[in-house]
């Protein structure tokens, strides 16, 4: 019972730890995107504008497919 706790917790953590370093990695892609194709969103550019949008993208998607990928049923073969 109690290794069953300790898994779930270190899968909790892995989860994450993936959703922050994603969330980092989406930061620095949608700055890139939006200073190097010149986006405006409400008169900001560059950072302003895409390192928001890209930090919530990368951490969704950090969240949702670690967690899908770490807390998925397994069926027995």
Same mark, same amino acid.
């Given at each position: ?10 899968? *909790? *953590?892995?989860?994450?730890?993936? &959703?922050?370093? *994603?969330?980092? +990695? &989406?930061? +620095?892609? =949608? %700055?890139?995107?939006?200073? +190097?194709? #010149? @986006?405006?969103?409400? &008169? ?5 504008? =895409? &390192?928001? +949008? ?8 950090? *969240?949702? #497919?670690?967690?899908?990928?770490? @807390?998925?049923?397994? %069926?027995?073969?």
């Amino acid at each position: 019972m109690i290794k069953q706790m300790i898994n779930i917790v270190l899968r *909790l *953590l892995a989860v994450l730890l993936s &959703g922050v370093v *994603l969330a980092v +990695i &989406g930061f +620095i892609a =949608g %700055t890139l995107v939006f200073v +190097i194709f #010149g @986006f405006e969103i409400n &008169g900001r550019q560059g950072y302003e504008s =895409g &390192g928001p +949008i890209g930090f919530i993208l990368g951490a969704l998607i950090g *969240l949702v #497919g670690s967690s899908v990928l770490l @807390f998925r049923k397994r %069926t027995a073969k």
